[in-house]
T-cell receptor, first 114, second 114 residues
């Protein structure tokens, strides 16, 4: 069975600094990987996904993520953080062979301070 | 604009009472999902449906029931058998059979016990 780990409950960065939110996964096959963002009392919004090909994936709001197969990681990054990026971020994995089995990490709360 | 509508936004349940959470989508998606979100635990799958009149249990289906009489609608009933119903409930949908596509989420219903 697949699983996702987000090793940091909380990440704090200063506005203008680069940010990284970490995600590692464990699967027995080929994964699709996703990042979502959640603002208070709202649903999850899709940011970006990795399917195949280029290991660096670009998504919404200036976010990008790097797929590293050897380290089974899919870290979310942004070169310059904004206060408005403060939110809860979820990494998710789905096996290509298990269409309805999507696993979410526990979430990382990002706080960007002015 | 297409999307997922969940109602009500806030719901209170009395002891021994069943309550029903509404989820409607106009995205023409075949697959629909219900998740429960608790702080620090990420999202856990309650039920999902791939087609009208069919649904499957997820990881935490006990104390919950669903129906799928129409493609657009996937209501969730929290029964009195669910002893710890206080949580944020999220409905999602996706194009069935397209595993590389993200799920779309509604804005959730927050359920509390009176």
């Amino acid at each position: 069975a697949q699983s996702v780990a987000q090793p940091e409950d909380q990440v704090n960065v200063a506005e203008g600094n680069p940010l990284t939110v970490k995600c590692t996964y464990s699967v027995s096959g080929n994964p699709y990987l996703f990042w979502y963002v959640q603002y208070p009392n709202r649903g999850l919004q899709f940011l970006l996904k990795y399917i195949t090909g280029d290991n660096l994936v670009k998504g919404s709001y200036g976010f990008e993520a790097e797929f590293n197969k050897s380290q089974t990681s899919f870290h979310l990054k942004k070169p310059s953080a904004l206060v408005s990026d403060s939110a809860l971020y979820f990494c998710a994995v789905r096996l290509r062979e298990a269409d309805n089995d999507m696993r979410f990490g526990a979430g990382t709360r990002l706080t960007v301070k002015p | 604009d297409g999307g997922i509508t969940q109602s009500p936004k806030y719901l209170f349940r009395k002891e021994g009472q069943n309550v029903t959470l509404s989820c409607e989508q106009n995205l023409n998606h075949d697959a629909m999902y219900w998740y429960r979100q608790d702080p620090g635990q990420g999202l856990r799958l309650i039920y999902y449906s791939q087609i009208v009149n069919d649904f499957q249990k997820g990881d935490i289906a006990e104390g919950y029931s669903v129906s799928r009489e129409k493609k657009e609608s996937f209501p969730l009933t929290v029964t009195s058998a669910q002893k710890n119903p206080t949580a944020f409930y999220l409905c999602a949908s996706r194009v069935q059979g397209r595993g590389n596509q993200p799920q779309h989420f509604g804005d959730g219903t927050r359920l509390s016990i009176l």
